[in-house]
């Protein structure tokens, strides 16, 4: 089944809202990829007290098995998963280049959706999976897990109770420790969809407006395979908005010092600052100075309590019947801002949006 | 039952090293007191892939049901829970003046024992109880569950790495955000007992020394109900190793910021400071100054992490039959300090130990 | 005198090398601006061992008068200052309308120069100034004191070191307590002109490098006043240099906390930050927070040491005959840099250098 | 001329209100001792305009002539200095043991007194110069200059302000860098006269009470020759004050990280920290930790401008009649407070005072 196929055949599914949970309470999940992050999803649903992971299907059958196995739950490939009338909700983790596919699918058989970031790789094939969300009237989540993070969403609260007044300027920083393999960075869309897709559902959300204008450029600066690649590894994005706010995203692929995750937003009577997440308070006072702990290595371990949160959340609204907070509408958004952050790179243009 | 005839019953039990783990390789526990503390280490142990919570025993039955419920485990007294062979472990979180008969009866019974501070409020008992663990041979930890905070964990393991040289002088800061209720206060033994017995083993860990003198005093500055109540909410404590070293150890029972939990480490070569954790890392840049967060608000929230992994090192141990890292005799001698201390106080002397 | 006449006329004095020390060792100046800014340089000349100011000039006869009182030198107008062969150097500390006119004619006078910033509000008028600079031989330094900053200075001397490797991106942070009189405005040549220069000449500066490409947006958002005199008071501008590095600078005329310049480099090795300065480290912990104090209010307090240190820096150099670090070279290439950005705000462009 | 004789032939001069000001506004001083401490005073007084540093007095010449040199002042005896009637006041920064003598004799002459801690190493002494100072009727100002650090002296407002409600409990932590040399050990006092009596002195400032009961206890832990000198360089002391607050003081002679001068102090209502003062506010964030600078080397860079507003705190009261505020009293308290420490230390007990 390709995403063409599945999005062609699309036939929303009849019927009203979707019913999301089993007489005991407990709403039942496949999982789709049950590598990196698919591990840290099932171990949340694990966790979770209205959730069950019932099925794990991944192309790779030792790491499904593995999994499965490690939470009580099947191996199962697509079909029978999204077959199974009990299952209410899919969790897709597979790689980006399933994501519209499994989306199309699972909506097509009235599953909730939470899908990890992004979409799909071109605003074309996301926007058709939005609209064949929007006609299934199925739940779809985003996985734009910095909105969980604490010190994101503590620093969200802060600016709508009005601490500092109106938002005016937003300063992000966002830095990987380190470049991925470039066979990875080959497929991975580019830094823009890869990695500041993040940055800008963060401008969004954090801002509260829309881009009108976008200007990015950037340098491979850490390793000349990344350019090879046809890749950068080194951006500086700046988002004027519909009502002239500021904003200005840097990032690099690689922090010496670990995974930097931070932004500051001026307000008219103030600023919030949202710092990095340390794994311990020791600070060492030797001669050569006074040192803390570096940020939490990666986002595995700085986002732990988000990936959590987030979908506890997912968990919660699909109870509750109430709205996800990212929805796929989130993720095509950010996505069309790395789309014109890859063309005003590539054109030395800013872009209008 | 009480302590004295659970003492002089005293027989402990035949044969060698308890056999700790059941065939399906769960270890199975029995809990004691289903308040604050005990809901904690019920979920804590619900957690643990390698321990299954069997009883819960409560004198206040809709307490014990509703967490025995939570957990999938069974309502049961002190008898059914000790009489039942598939129960190698018990955790006592119940009311301080039930600690040392409970110890007593589950070591005569052979089970391995998890405490929470202290032993007993009087020195005496608590050595019998010792004595007792001592021959019955069964694993006995306390329940000194910094040991195991993530903060104060690294700094003790950089410590022992000799980051800076040789310890000399330990400033440990302990402030609790509120006095306990006045009836609590009464029967918890005083503040040394209550509060500092913490400060006591966190000195004895720390500085890897014992007590050569100890100083006392303290005040009562936050309400006059701690007065009456013959004791003090605000200590000064200065303690000399027998190799000379330093310890002060300041503490109150009012923070109006929150619950302090800092001490600093200076060495030869440099100092080690552990600070508080705070629950985000937000700041606020505001006219009147530049805000963090307060530190999280109690124990409950500060040491979670650390009760997770007492936990876990408990069923460890019990696992690979290694020895546990907070032993009876490590609540005994932070008692025996919290009873100089207290002598220190009301004399005005200084203590010889 | 205006400027078109000065430089007209000029003609560069002839002979070589200007004779900068009187035979008691001590350089004599004239100072030409008694305002806030000249009264710095007042205090600063008359507490170094080395110099001594002789004239005070300033078209406000009362200030003039004053601060001459105030560190024992004479009031003069500007041909007696020039013409007393006894000064070695004038400090130009008056309005910028003037200090292309003064620069030219005490060059024509033979007497070595310190101006504040900028050269000149019109890149045309700055270059031939720095013309006549060049071809009269005399020493002309620019008071960028930024670089003498000793928290600036000591990062860009680690960087020289080599403590991060090699430099990638330079985040510059740089917002005023609140924006200066409409009337200011609107003669200060904008935003880019009077603000972000000193910005340009630190991103020159710690990045070691020019730009080959710009881009600047900004807005007007604290004060419906600015936009009426035709600036904005927010803006975001993004620098490519010709090695590729990357930089991006975020001002604001207001914020509400006080007087923020912070900028971080990061680098192949890690990143160096440069923090704000507080009057004192107290901090209170307080319910609503842990706060320290805000930054120092405004440049005067910010840059006290700074500007101690820049006119130490010019004495020094006329003293040894060793070249100024801040060369009228440098004001001129900062102007042009504030002359692109206001180009490409306006046009909405990316301007190439 | 000793103290003993200066004390025994005391006349108070005739005469009310010495007179401190010469016609033209400038008070003449006369400075003893031209070391180290004395050239910071020397410099300070040059850059007051109020004052003027008219003689030098030290046993070694070249000391004197070099640094009545630098500021156009001129050498002298004590007996020529004290007998020119132009002179006002005097600066004693002599060596400990000239301290009484040097008092008496100035006070005797009607001269104005700042002097260097301690008064004298003995409290009788003290006590005879505070009487003498007394009975002269002339101002003598010791030089605690902690009370005018910025840090410190803005916290001291802060609590009198009432940020904290009612101040409970201090804790000063007070390191030098290094311990100086075994000879100036030997004739220091010991470390609680020599170091300690600048705590003493922020204990009574900083709480506004006195010492009830007192505990120090120490060790030698940083060079056995320290011991061999009959001294300790690492103490805990402990005061409990007349109205119960609590004080701790932690010191230690080698801080491998620098001069650590902190202290807090919890109050009803939240706690204010006084923290270290930085050279520059860089911070490296590396792979091995995120550093600041260390704290300032030693007490000449840490209290540059309290040495610098302790004079002008001095010039002032002098000019304007007005009380100082670190009387030859708080001098004697300090003292007294040093002579029990070495006692408690001494005899293992606790001291009444």
């Given at each position: ?15 009203g ?6 007489e ?31 099925y794990?299907v ?6 499904a ?26 969790v ?6 399933t994501?519209?596919?499994l ?5 097509n058989?009235?599953?909730a ?13 996301s ?8 006609r299934s009237g199925?739940?779809c ?29 937003l300063?992000?920083?966002s830095?990987d ?5 470039v066979d990875?960075i ?5 830094i ?24 990015a ?11 090879d690649?046809?890749?950068i ?20 692929r690689?922090?010496?010092y ?19 997440v340390?794994?311990?308070?020791v ?18 371990e ?17 109870r ?24 005003s ?7 209008e949006?």
């Open positions: 089944m390709t995403a063409a196929t599945a999005c062609g055949r699309l036939e929303p599914r009849a019927g809202k979707p019913q999301h949970q089993q005991n309470g407990m709403i039942e999940f496949a999982l789709f990829g049950a590598g990196r992050i698919g591990k840290i999803h099932a171990a949340n649903l694990a966790r979770h007290p209205g959730a069950k992971l019932k794990v991944d192309r790779h059958a030792p790491s098995e593995a999994l499965a196995h490690a939470h009580g739950a099947q191996v199962a490939d697509v079909e029978r998963a999204l077959g199974d009338p009990a299952i209410t909700a899919v897709i983790a597979s790689s980006t280049d994501h519209a596919d989306i199309v699918a699972a909506a058989a009235g599953k959706v939470f899908c990890e970031k992004p979409v799909d790789l071109t605003v074309e094939r926007r058709v999976c939005a609209d064949v969300v929007r199925v739940t989540m985003i996985g734009f897990q910095r909105r969980f993070d604490p010190t994101f969403a503590a620093l969200k609260a802060r600016v709508e109770r009005g601490e500092i007044g109106a938002p005016e300027m300063v992000v920083t830095r420790p380190g470049a991925p393999p990875y080959r497929s991975s869309g580019g823009f969809k890869d990695m500041l897709i993040h940055d800008f559902d963060v401008f969004r959300w954090i801002l509260g407006d829309e881009a009108q204008t976008l200007h450029t950037g340098s491979c600066l850490t390793d000349p395979a990344v350019h690649a046809g890749d590894d080194s951006t500086a994005v700046t988002i004027r908005t519909r009502r002239g706010l500021l904003c200005q995203i840097n990032t690099s690689r922090a010496a670990g995974y930097d995750q931070r932004f500051e937003l001026l307000g008219s009577h103030g600023m919030l600052q949202a710092g990095n340390r794994p311990t308070e600070s060492a006072w030797l001669a050569a100075g006074i040192a803390t702990d570096v940020p939490e290595p990666f986002f595995l700085r986002y732990r309590h988000a990936y959590a949160a987030e979908i506890a959340h997912f968990v919660d609204a699909l509750d019947g109430t709205p996800v907070r990212t929805t796929i509408d989130d993720g095509l958004a950010a996505l069309e801002l790395a789309e014109a952050a890859m063309t790179w590539k054109t030395g243009r800013v872009i949006l």
